[in-house]
T-cell receptor
């Protein structure tokens, strides 16, 4: 299956520290996206990186993509308590309609 | 511009009843996706629709589940004769069109279905 898998499953850090989450997938992709989900809420799109891009920044977020290793990482710098949420990567293959979501990394940022 | 709307937010049904979940995409969006999420798990793709067309329903169970996105009105996910295993959060997402780097999805708040 194409499904992305994040690791770690859970991550607990202190406010101000950096948080790194990883995502691995299995086949060729068109793009990879990261989403955040607060408890009991819908998903919020964070950042999209195309298959021909290697790195992308958005505010305190930095995403890398290594298509040779079929992996991506999401780095949140200078974390805040408000960053506490679950983070999911989602991939879509070329010419396919489905998006595949991983099982998520649950991030807890302690104040 | 209102976001993706889903209703109801919470739905309780007894085994054997029908559940109807509604999704109104963002204004100007003609692509709708439905996902199911079990507790502590990621989202599982169910179906992808455009106006009046089912494009990909490969993630949807063959029986009891159906989806539509009529020319007018919201997209509907219908579950007939619900069973306890259908209890989950169902999310709808919309996007304006599909293309390279342009298929960001905007999610609704979800409908939490509980089957007693």
């Amino acid at each position: 299956s194409q499904q992305g898998e994040e690791d770690p499953q859970a991550l607990s850090i202190q406010e101000g520290e950096n948080a790194t989450m990883n995502c691995s997938y299995k086949t060729s992709i068109n793009n990879l996206q990261w989403y955040r989900q607060n408890s009991g809420r819908g998903l919020v799109h964070l950042i999209l990186i195309r298959s021909n891009e290697r790195e992308k920044h958005s505010g305190r977020l930095r995403v890398t993509l290594d298509t040779s290793k079929k992996s991506s990482s999401l780095l949140i710098t200078a974390s805040r308590a408000a960053d506490t949420a679950s983070y999911f990567c989602a991939t879509r293959e070329d010419n396919f309609n489905k998006f595949y979501f991983g099982s998520g990394t649950k991030l807890n940022v302690k104040p | 511009n209102a976001g993706v709307m889903q209703n109801p937010r919470h739905l309780v049904r007894r085994r054997g009843q029908e559940a109807r979940l509604r999704c109104s995409p963002m204004k100007g969006h003609s692509h709708v996706y439905w996902y199911r999420q079990l507790p502590e798990e990621g989202l599982k793709f169910m179906v992808y629709l455009q106006k009046e067309n089912i494009i990909d329903e490969s993630g949807m169970p063959k029986e009891r589940f159906s989806a539509e996105f009529p020319k007018e009105g919201p997209s509907i996910l219908r579950i007939q004769q619900v069973v306890r295993g259908d209890s989950a959060a169902y999310f709808c997402a919309s996007s304006p069109f599909r293309g390279m780097g342009t298929d960001t999805q905007y999610f609704g708040p979800g409908t939490r279905l509980t089957v007693l």
